[in-house]
């Protein structure tokens, strides 16, 4: 990670990879993002703090990763039994909207 990778992320020039997240979060020595406010948001932030691919994370949770996109694109909301699923994985706080 060098200071132009940074720089052009703060400026919106591009969004960093997923696998750099995890790097970027211990780079900065915290997460510039806030509480998540919304399952979208906390599938992202999940995802990113650990470095995940939209495959990778669908895989580790058991689920198609068109599934995890439109959860995290808040396209299509997770069942109650998929909440359920993420809350018991440690992926949601316990506390969404649902």
């Not at 200071?3 to 915290?30: K, S």
């Not at 299509?76 to 359920?84: A, D, E, F, N, T």
């Amino acid at each position: 990670m060098n200071i132009d990778t940074l720089v052009n992320w703060e400026q919106n020039h591009f969004q960093p990879t997923c696998t750099a997240g995890a790097r970027i979060l211990e780079f900065l020595g915290y997460c510039p993002f806030g509480e998540p406010e919304s399952i979208g948001e906390q599938l992202r932030l999940w995802r990113w703090k650990r470095g995940l691919s939209h495959r990778q994370a669908a895989a580790k949770i058991g689920v198609d990763q068109s599934t995890w996109q439109s959860w995290e694109r808040e396209s299509k909301r997770p069942s109650r039994k998929s909440v359920k699923h993420l809350c018991s994985n440690g992926v949601l706080n316990g506390t969404s909207e649902r």
